[in-house]
């Protein structure tokens, strides 16, 4: 019956930040909020997430990645579906755009540059091996012609991934007693692989700072870490 | 004992009713803890079968678009395991949601979505589009069309016979596939192997990602493809002859390679960090998938080793990998020492 309860409420949290409510349903929340710990401190970690992606600095990025994306979208147009987010997930976007912005940049820039050193050679039709080595000179060469040489490595210490991770590390740690404690041992187990993987990355990055597969490798890691994290703390309400 | 006495003193009933149903209508079914068994008949109805106790009540309800299921405690907090056995019109649409629950779907029809915290998913047939999440528990999804979206956590998934968008990612767990006729595949996972097995479509996308495992993937003779392949502390395999012998061993030191195939229409990208990419013609064995088998054969008596899982697979393929790319010495990059998966 709680977590009935909870549940209801929970998913009214979101448009309650939004201002999404009608005035019945938002006096209705703020009535409820005023009686339920649980759900005023879940809405306290909403609004700290929330206020934090309000606050990040805007970067547009360093290349026009739009030809890439609108490929994409091309490619999963014929099966269209809507897509909703909850506000954490919009947060954890925004953080993962600038994090991830640097290292789409280096794919972009390394794959333009490799297809067209490919189509310089001009083989179609048999089989034929290009050296990304080469590759990744011309990409050098090609980066440095179109953007002025202004891409610059991922940064790893990025101050608002972390906090956003840190954030949700929060959440996590209050909901933990919603939780069984074999499933927090296996988020935590699970947690404990990504951040193997990324420190695994990281490391190999510093001997090889110039390697896009690297770099992109560990951007992808992270995502995947915010995104089981973001799931764990999702669990916690889930679980009332 | 002390179960068994309470049990004993519960007097148990069983819900047995069937509700007819518009096409179009949706079964919703919340199950917190036990299974979720469904399969399907010729009839426009919906039938629930549920043994429960007096204790409990079995709440089933239907507005114009959907048929809800839920149990409830008649003492207040969650129902205890509820065993449900569940008819449905082949064409009905199908939501389950549970904590502890496992969910099997037989010879479903419509779009499927299904949600568990700990619980084994397994779904034969599905269309539209199909959604399963599982943190703890393997998903098994055969003969599904449409888009498909799997993610797991600490498992590792099967799908076969599938056409259509495909999308699937685990943090602990292999990901085997049999049977793909897909021009759309993105597969992720970060401690696990990934083994393909469907033909490159023209003009496809198909990117396969993990950090420590290996990659197998077939490849046909007449295909159109760019192929990417990247590992770190890894090898290159194939069982053929992937590019014609060259003095410049560059891409040996590397690791990387670009190879385009015919017109190079397709866009094939696998990437692992520290395992194996392996290609194999199709119709050549596949030993990454053999220490699954393996381990499924354990299942229950003893948790898998992910590192030897990992390290059979290697040896396997190299045993049929007849041309070497290279063989690269490891980079003094650690090795991860898995933990044994709780359960």
Redesign the interface.
């Given at each position: 019956?709680?977590?009935a309860m909870h549940e209801e409420w929970t998913d009214k949290l979101s448009e309650y930040l939004d201002d999404e409510l009608s005035p019945r349903e938002r006096e209705a929340v703020e009535s409820h909020l005023r009686g339920c710990a649980e759900c005023a401190a879940v809405l306290d970690d909403l609004s700290r997430v929330v206020d934090r992606a309000r606050r990040l600095d805007r970067r547009p990025p360093r290349v026009d990645l739009w030809d890439g994306i609108a490929a994409r979208i091309d490619?999963?147009a014929?099966?269209p579906?809507r897509v909703s987010f909850t506000l954490p997930q919009l947060a954890a976007a925004a953080v993962l755009l600038i994090a991830g912005s640097a290292g789409v940049a280096w794919q972009f820039a390394d794959r333009s540059a490799?297809r067209s050193a490919?189509t310089s050679r001009s083989?179609?039709?048999a089989?034929?091996?290009?050296?990304?080595?080469?590759?990744s000179a011309e990409r050098n060469r090609s980066s440095e012609r179109s953007m002025g040489a202004d891409i610059a490595t991922v940064t790893f210490a990025d101050a608002q991934y972390d906090a956003a991770v840190s954030d949700l590390e929060k959440a996590l740690q209050n909901g933990r007693g919603r939780l069984d404690q074999?499933?927090i041992?296996?988020?935590e187990?699970?947690l404990?692989?990504?951040d193997?993987?990324i420190e695994?990355?990281r490391?190999?990055l510093e001997?090889d700072p110039a390697?896009d597969?690297?770099s992109g490798?560990l951007v992808?890691?992270r995502r995947?870490k915010l995104d089981?994290l973001r799931?764990a703390a999702a669990?916690t309400t889930?679980?009332d | 004992m002390l179960a068994e006495i309470v049990l004993s003193m519960m007097a148990m009933t069983t819900t047995d009713q069937t509700v007819p149903v518009a096409k179009g209508t949706k079964l919703d079914v919340n199950n917190?803890a036990g299974d979720v068994n469904v399969k399907v008949w010729d009839r426009d109805s919906v039938r629930v079968q549920v043994t429960h106790s007096d204790r409990e009540a079995i709440d089933i309800r239907q507005d114009e678009q959907t048929l809800r299921i839920r149990g409830?405690?008649l003492r207040?907090?969650?129902p205890r395991s509820l065993d449900y056995a569940i008819t449905v019109p082949g064409w009905m649409p199908i939501n389950v949601n549970g904590?502890y629950a496992d969910v099997t779907l037989e010879g479903v029809g419509g779009d499927v979505a299904i949600e568990t915290?700990?619980g084994d998913i397994k779904v034969r047939g599905g269309s539209g589009?199909i959604s399963l999440k599982s943190?703890?528990g393997e998903v098994s999804l055969e003969k599904a069309k449409?888009?498909v979206e799997v993610r797991a956590?600490?498992e590792g998934m099967h799908l076969a016979d599938i056409n259509?968008?495909l999308s699937a990612?685990t943090?602990?767990g292999s990901i085997i596939l049999d049977r793909i006729d897909s021009g759309?595949v993105d597969l992720?996972t970060?401690?696990g192997n990934i083994s393909y097995d469907g033909p490159i479509k023209d003009k496809g996308?198909y990117r396969l990602?993990t950090?420590?495992g290996m990659i197998a993937m077939p490849v046909a003779e007449r295909v159109n493809a760019?192929l990417t392949l990247?590992t770190?502390?890894g090898s290159i395999r194939s069982s053929f002859q992937?590019?014609?012998p060259?003095g410049?061993d560059?891409?040996r030191?590397?690791k990387?390679?670009?190879?385009?195939?015919?017109?190079?229409s397709a866009h094939v990208e696998l990437?692992s960090?520290?395992g194996a990419i392996s290609l194999r013609r199709p119709g050549e064995p596949r030993p990454e998938t053999e220490p699954r088998r393996r381990s499924r054969e354990r299942v229950k008596i003893d948790m898998p080793n992910i590192d030897q899982i990992v390290e059979d697979a290697v040896a396997g393929a190299f045993e049929y990998a007849p041309f070497p790319v290279w063989v690269p010495m490891p980079?003094p990059?650690?090795v991860?020492v898995p933990?044994p998966?709780?359960?």
């Open positions: 019956m709680m977590m490619a999963r014929a099966t579906r490799a490919e083989t179609a039709g089989a034929t091996q290009t050296s990304e080595r080469e590759a074999t499933t041992a296996i988020v187990h699970n404990q692989i990504i193997q993987a695994q990355a490391q190999a001997a390697n597969f690297l490798h992808e890691a995947r089981l799931r669990l889930e679980s | 917190f409830k405690s207040g907090g969650p904590t915290m700990r589009f943190v703890q449409g888009r956590v600490n259509g968008d990612e943090t602990n759309n992720y970060v401690n996308m990602t950090h420590n760019t990247r770190y502390n992937l590019a014609p060259s410049d560059s891409q030191r590397s990387r390679m670009t190879v385009t195939l015919g017109s190079g990437e960090f520290g980079n990059v650690p991860p933990v998966k709780p359960r």
